[in-house]
């Protein structure tokens, strides 16, 4: 009855199944116990707490050679996720442009951003990553060289950006009233300014939603939507505005002091590097899926747009793109994932992300090769669950709704 019964034949399989399944994870437990005990090493992740013992040049929190190997791992995990973030945000801006521009009337314009998504699509991203860095590291001038009325190399932006061999100098945010900060312990600090702002902005954001929720509670009742848009914009922006102008808020531009440039944000050109090159390198997937998301739109609604008195650039913000986003989000999930994890390869130009730290050096140092690899998959694994995860709630919102 179990094999041949409809009703009971489904769960059969997966009972055994599920058995099959755990027997092989028991068994392959198992044997890494006894393999590990052969060659007398014992599952613990004790060495975390050991004194790490290596220094690292970007460090997003406090940290010195005197901490843990779990601090050190925290660093770099901070690190990957400040390169998956950044690279996220700017794969998506140029991607966005290029598959738009790839459909361009003018050939010319279009042919180039072919040329842009062959090139970079079709070449290792290693490669690309290793050429950008050597494109920082010797063609670019070292700090020096911006010294004096005789320098040969000049800032750019507005004279706040300087471009070395060593590091890119950025100008930084400076404050003339400094409240001072909230010490959490395991010098962990939080900075009342920016507690400030996280309370305006979270707040003006839910005030922002009963603004909405009032105006059409008003629209069901009368039929006519009051006019929320300057509410809305000076409960978002007036709040920010003073405390600017409370804390006295500037940008701090980087200035050459002896050998370096003080006064601003030094990032390396490790960073750099592979940001920019995950950034090239994905923007060419993203172009060619923005591509395809906006030619599975029916012409028919383009011809509409048209006939309805809009402009190109109005009908593919307003009518094409909106549309094409149940198309490009699924396949651009993939694509966030990929970058994250191809952030690994920041090993190669020696920025140390959780790939340099919890998989490189404290794994050489402490010998906990298989404790360091399951934490750093682990580490991995939730970090593209939670990607998943937030990328299909957005992609839920966007989906057609049906009636």
Known sequence: MLVNDRRYRSLTFQVIVFILVMAAAWWLIDNTIRNLALMGKSFDFGFLFQRAGYDISQTPIPYTADDTHLRASVVGLLNTLIVAVLGCIAATVLGVIVGVARLSRNWLFARLMTVFVEIFRNMPLLLWILIVYAVFTEILPPPNAF?????????????????????????????????????????????????????????????????????????????????????????????????????????????????????????????????????????????????????????????????????????????????????????????????????????????????GTLGGTTLNQTGRELEAIVLMMLTYLVLSLIISAGMNVFNARVKLKER
């Open 147 to 355: 010294r004096g009325d005789e320098a040969s190399a000049g800032m750019i932006l507005f004279d706040n950006v300087a471009l070395t061999n060593r590091y890119t100098a950025l100008p930084t945010l400076a404050m003339t009233n400094d409240p001072g900060s909230l010490d959490l312990g395991a010098r962990i600090t939080f900075n009342w300014a920016t507690i400030a702002f996280v309370v305006v902005l979270v707040g003006g954001w839910i005030v922002r939603r009963m603004i909405r929720a009032w105006a059409q509670d008003v629209q069901d009742r009368t039929g006519d939507r009051p006019v929320t848009w300057w509410k809305t914009l000076a409960v978002m922006t007036l709040p920010s505005l003073f405390l600017i102008w409370f804390f006295g808020l500037h940008l701090e531009a980087p200035s050459l002091q002896g050998f370096n440039f003080t006064g601003g944000l030094n990032v390396s050109n490790s960073l750099v590097a592979l940001w920019l090159a995950l950034t090239l390198y994905t923007a060419a997937f993203i172009a060619e899926i923005v591509r395809a998301g906006i030619l599975a739109v029916s012409r028919g609604q383009s011809e509409a747009a048209f006939a309805l008195g809009l402009r190109p650039n109005r009908t593919m913000s307003l009518v094409i793109l909106p549309q094409a986003l149940r198309v490009i989000i699924p396949p651009l999930i993939s694509q966030y994932l990929n970058l994250t994890k191809n952030s690994s390869l920041a090993i190669a130009v020696g920025y140390m992300d959780l790939r």
